[in-house]
T-cell receptor, first 113, second 112 residues
Framework: KAGVTQTPRYLIKTRGQQVTLSCSPI?????VSWYQQTPGQGLQFLFE???????NKGNFPGRFSGRQFSNSRSEMNVSTLELGDSALYLC????????????FGPGTRLTVL | GQQLNQSPQSMFIQEGEDVSMNCTSS?????WLWYKQDPGEGPVLLIA?????ELTSNGRLTAQFGITRKDSFLNISASIPSDVGIYFC????????????FGKGTRLSVIA
């Protein structure tokens, strides 16, 4: 069974631009969560989607948004990029919302110049 | 919000030694998970714990769900060079509707 895939793996943007990251969950998994990982803050929860609905949201500004499609694939978007948005963005999928077991993709390394 | 305190922050050990790390929480969790992350990759799930007092092994790894439901520990026996990486604990609260909370990680270095 294929794991969680994320595209692109690396991205370089400049301040003020916007970016869209993509995540394909493990086949059959319906819940997708997004995290931002930085050396100083560790893994910070962004949001979770289940059945195309956002179920939970972390403490991030409205510039961070996401969506989930009917095939469970998910995208996250960051508008008006700031230098501090440079991070590894991780997507994790799970079978449903009850099980805590989440399986992570390799991440997208975003660098904002 | 919920906080997880993971310790130690980093460890340097000799190959063959046993390793122990732990996580404590200010609130009760129903699920404890342990992940390992290699450089440039996403975290990989090592062990999942669902019951207070539960002791679970995965090869040389053993993890326990604390009786108080506010802590968990991970032991690695007879460490080898490929154990190098960052180990994260994660907990989920009472409801399946709450997101996972992650510790800041323990960076493990193994000296051959």
């Amino acid at each position: 069974k294929a794991g969680v895939t994320q595209t692109p793996r690396y991205l370089i943007k400049t301040r003020g631009q916007q970016v869209t990251l993509s995540c394909s969950p493990i086949s059959g998994h319906r819940s997708v969560s997004w995290y931002q990982q930085t050396p100083g803050q560790g893994l910070q929860f962004l949001f979770e989607y289940f059945s195309e609905t956002q179920r939970n949201k972390g403490n991030f500004p409205g510039r961070f948004s996401g969506r989930q499609f009917s095939n469970s694939r998910s995208e996250m978007n960051v508008s008006t990029l700031e230098l501090g948005d440079s991070a590894l963005y991780l997507c994790a999928s799970s079978w449903d919302r009850v099980s805590g077991e989440q399986f992570f993709g390799p991440g997208t390394r975003l660098t904002v110049l | 919000g919920q906080q997880l305190n993971q310790s130690p922050q980093s460890m340097f050990i000799q190959e063959g030694e046993d390793v122990s790390m732990n996580c404590t929480s200010s609130s009760i969790f129903n699920t404890w998970l342990w992940y390992k992350q290699d450089p440039g990759e996403g975290p990989v799930l090592l062990i999942a714990l669902y019951k207070a007092g539960e002791l679970t092994s995965n090869g040389r790894l053993t993890a326990q769900f604390g009786i108080t439901r506010k802590d968990s520990f991970l032991n690695i026996s007879a460490s080898i060079p490929s154990d190098v990486g960052i180990y994260f604990c994660a907990g989920q609260g009472n409801s399946g509707n709450t997101p996972l909370v992650f510790g800041k990680g323990t960076r493990l270095s193994v000296i051959a």
